[in-house]
Nanobody, 126 residues
Framework: QFQPVESGGGLVQSGGSLRLSCVAS????????IGWFRQAPGKEREGVAC????????NYADSVKGRFTGSRDNAKKTMYLQMNSLKPEDTAIYYC???????????????????WGQGTQVTVSS
């Protein structure tokens, strides 16, 4: 089954940065919007950021606005999530997901996304 692959997670101190990558080499990548979601222990999965198929539209959760930036390189079939000023509450497993979508993107409907990666752990120490 086609599955995107996340990487770039790890342990970082509060205030630090990480860049997550999501590679979807088996997909016609530029047909898909891409979302990042996260799930902390004991909490529901929440949307973090998304980017439209063209890269022209992005959406972010209020909790990460101004700190996280999404971008994509369609030639490399990769989406990036640059995470700056990380906080302990950002600790979670981060998943990327793809949805075939003509325009725009949303992070409020995870059920809309068709293909999910296995996740990468991000841990922010205080």
């Amino acid at each position: 089954q086609f599955q995107p692959v996340e990487s770039g997670g790890g342990l970082v101190q509060s205030g630090g940065s990480l860049r997550l990558s999501c590679v979807a080499s088996e997909f016609p990548f530029d047909y898909y919007a891409i979302g990042w979601f996260r799930q902390a222990p004991g909490k529901e999965r929440e949307g973090v950021a998304c980017i439209s198929r063209s890269g022209s539209d992005t959406n972010y959760a209020d909790s990460v606005k101004g700190r996280f930036t999404g971008s994509r390189d369609n030639a490399k079939k990769t989406m990036y999530l640059q995470m700056n000023s990380l906080k302990p509450e950002d600790t979670a497993i981060y998943y990327c997901a793809l949805v075939r979508k003509r325009s725009g993107c949303t992070i409020t409907l995870p059920s809309e996304y068709t293909f999910w990666g296995q996740g990468t752990q991000v841990t922010v120490s205080s």
